[in-house]
């Protein structure tokens, strides 16, 4: 695609529930970041896929956060009974792989939790 | 964790006077990187500076980066009211196969 594409752009969900969401890179990128930015904040990194490594899952902030990259293409990120820290928007970025490669961001998913 | 912190938090300037920002990061680096987020949600990517580089430019934008004091700075020059965003660092580490780390950001607004 011409971009990194996100999914869906804004979700608005009950405390407790599970949610999906999902990221589109950019075809031939290997590496496939997410972040998590609450309003007016920096970028919380969550999550980093490159190639067939180990995914680096480091900033995953509790064990109900998990993600997962299908086939070296789109990633969905998955949160469990969401609570109302939750919420944010998440970003997911592409690149063509780790060092000297700039990353391309999607526009991000508005996640509110009710 | 956050490897980068911005500074100043905030600017406010005129349009037509230059804006400069500073970055701080803690580990030794392969590259840096600013982007731009509009009041929106992505990211732009601006400019990148190897560690082995000590300026660079691009447009009204003027990146250095000192390794040795490990900080970097990014000038817009004659700055526009369409330069009003937030303005980010980010660098991976020297160690490899490692993601990047943005910092928290400027918040620049240039005013007409």
């Known amino acids: 695609g011409a971009g990194v594409s996100q999914s869906p752009s804004n979700k608005v969900t009950e405390k407790g529930k599970d949610v999906e969401l999902r990221c589109d890179p950019i075809?031939?990128?290997?590496?496939l970041y997410w972040y998590r930015q609450s309003l007016g904040q920096g970028l919380e990194f969550l999550i980093y896929?490159?190639?067939?490594?180990?995914?680096?899952k480091s900033g995953l902030p509790s064990d109900r956060f998990s993600a997962e990259r299908t086939g070296g293409s789109v990633s969905t990120l998955t949160i469990q009974r969401t609570q109302q820290e939750d919420s944010a928007v998440y970003l997911c970025?592409?690149?063509?792989?780790?060092?000297?490669?700039?990353?391309?961001f999607g526009q991000g998913t508005r996640l509110t939790v009710v | 964790s956050q490897q980068g912190e911005e500074d100043p938090q905030a600017l406010s300037i005129q349009e037509g006077e230059n804006a400069t920002m500073n970055c701080s990061y803690k580990?030794?680096?392969?590259?840096l990187q600013w982007y731009r987020q509009n009041s929106g949600r992505g990211l732009v990517h601006l400019i990148l500076?190897?560690?082995?580089?000590r300026e660079k430019h691009s447009g009204r934008l003027r990146v250095t980066l000192d390794t040795s004091k490990k900080s970097s700075s990014l000038l817009i020059t004659a700055s526009r009211a369409a330069d009003t965003a937030s303005y980010f660092c980010?660098?991976?580490?020297?160690?490899?196969?490692?993601?990047?780390?943005f910092g928290k950001g400027t918040r620049l607004s240039v005013i007409a």
């Open positions: 970025a592409s690149s063509l792989g780790q060092g000297f490669t700039e990353a391309f």
């Open positions: 075809s031939g990128h290997t590496a």
């Open positions: 896929f490159q190639g067939n490594s180990a995914p680096d």
């Open positions: 580990t030794s680096i392969n590259n």
């Open positions: 500076i190897r560690s082995n580089e």
């Open positions: 980010a660098t991976d580490s020297l160690s490899g196969n490692t993601p990047l780390v």
